[in-house]
């Protein structure tokens, strides 16, 4: 049972244009949304995070867009650079007792932003 | 170095041998983590753990055993290894009350 679907599986951008990916769950017991960006041969290393409070979250050149009663949240990457090109993964998490956080991963998108 | 660590990096291993798989950590993280990496299935959470001595099964435990003596380390055994247990494996861990999740360099295990 997948309970993070993520969609494209793969996206070719242009250098500076937008990259978006998108990311819908099921479970309403998700309180925590953080994507992931990992580049070939490294383990992945998170990007940004959104909690369900907020509905947009932005750090430099990407933004997570969530919308609550549509259980949907993407990720934006503006002015989209070839050092942007890695894997990106979408997850979905809830508190676990006592603390940290048990993450459900998308499948992953591999983004290639050619110059 | 301080870090999350993994070894080996590459193994490989025949089908029915028993494997062991090492993690350490060196920020004192309470929660630690093991998940599987395949084409199609993104990351799958094996087992974690949230301190020494106290472990939980994830998405996908059968055929994986753990253990966690100590804060710093957590070992995955594949105790009888089968060929659909091929796959990239990632340790990570996580700060006590805190969401990111740090993740080790992983190890790719094939199974012949």
Redesign the interface.
């Known amino acids: 049972q997948q309970q993070v679907k ?1 969609s494209p599986q793969s996206l070719i951008v242009q250098k500076g244009g937008i990259s978006i990916i998108n990311c819908a769950y099921e479970n309403t017991a998700f309180d ?1 949304f ?1 994507w ?1 960006q990992q580049f070939p ?6 990007l940004i ?1 959104i909690r369900p409070d907020v509905s947009e979250k932005k750090e430099g050149r990407f933004t997570i867009s969530f919308n609550k009663s549509a259980k949907q949240f993407s990720l934006h990457i503006m002015d989209s650079q070839p050092g942007d090109s890695a894997t990106y ?1 979408c ?1 979905a ?1 809830h508190i ?13 998108t591999q983004l290639k932003v050619e110059l | 170095d301080a870090g999350i660590t993994q070894s080996p990096r590459y193994k490989i291993t025949e089908t029915g041998r028993q494997v062991t798989l090492m993690c350490h950590q060196t920020w004192s993280h ?2 630690m983590f093991w ?1 599987r990496q395949d084409l ?6 094996i087992y ?1 753990s ?1 301190a020494a001595d106290i472990t939980d099964k ?2 996908v435990p059968d055929g994986y055993v753990v253990s966690r003596s100590k804060t710093e380390n957590f070992p995955l055994t594949l105790e009888s290894a089968t060929r659909s247990q091929t796959s990239v494996y ?1 340790c ?1 861990s ?1 700060e ?11 190890t790719r295990l094939t199974v012949t």
């Open positions: 993520q925590y953080p992931y041969g490294k383990g992945p290393a998170l995070a993964f997850a998490g676990l007792t006592g603390g940290g956080n048990k993450l459900t991963f998308g499948t992953g | 309470s929660y998940y199609g299935h993104g990351l799958r959470l974690y949230a994830g998405e990632f990570a996580s006590f009350l805190r969401g990111e999740q740090y993740f080790g360099p992983g």
